[in-house]
């Protein structure tokens, strides 16, 4: 059994290798993170208008809809998302820095689900303190470092999103947090690999109106795995 493990440990590495090359692609492409360069809101009750807006564009240039709930009238709010193939940061960007693998932090946690599921408030990162409450269909329970943790993740489109915070945010890692989208791995049990955690949109573009982690989801000690920060050469700022 001892001898397999190694192999193990390489074909998992190999596997994130893979998903590090896949985010690379995928944070580079025409409507990638880093392509973004305006999101524009629309007043109260205006829709958008796609043939409008494409106007005049640069060919480079994708335009997309966009909707959310007013935090004040809990109405929905439409906008429209403008990608430039050609943005200025796609074209300084070098990387995104990560921690080495390690099989330590690939950790299984128990899940609960919420009958009817509930709602938790998650303040955002441009909307100056205020929240927005998310659909939290569960209680993921673990123990990190002796610290037991009943961690909140919402559903983003059928799949379970943690955001959570540890002491490295601001100094090796995204000041804001980091995601990582959580596993279902049979019957009240998930998997959370954080090696695989990587750096919100809004770390790339400030058109991103990002979630930031509530209390139950910031982690005690150093999470030492995952994406740390984007790069760029010549100086650039990587946000738009």
Known sequence: MSAAMPD???????VWEAWRTERHRSV???????????????????RPDLDAARAGQRESVTVTTVARTG????????????????????????????????PAWVLEATYTPVEGARRVAFEHIRDNGGTRDLVVPGDIALTVGGTDYTLSAFDDDGTLLLVFGDPTNGDTTYGAGRFLFVRHTGEGRVLLDFNRAFVPPCGFSDQYNCPMPPRQNRFHLPVEAGEKLPVFRDGHAGTH
């Open 8 to 14: 193990i440990a390489t074909a998992s590495a190999q």
């Open 28 to 46: 580079t492409a025409p409507t990638g993170n880093l392509a973004l360069v305006e999101t524009r809101w629309l007043p109260a009750g205006e």
């Open 71 to 102: 935090m004040i009238t809990g109405e929905t709010e439409h906008g429209l998302r403008f990608w430039d193939a050609d943005s200025p940061a796609i074209g300084h960007f070098v990387r995104t820095d990560a921690f080495p693998y390690d």
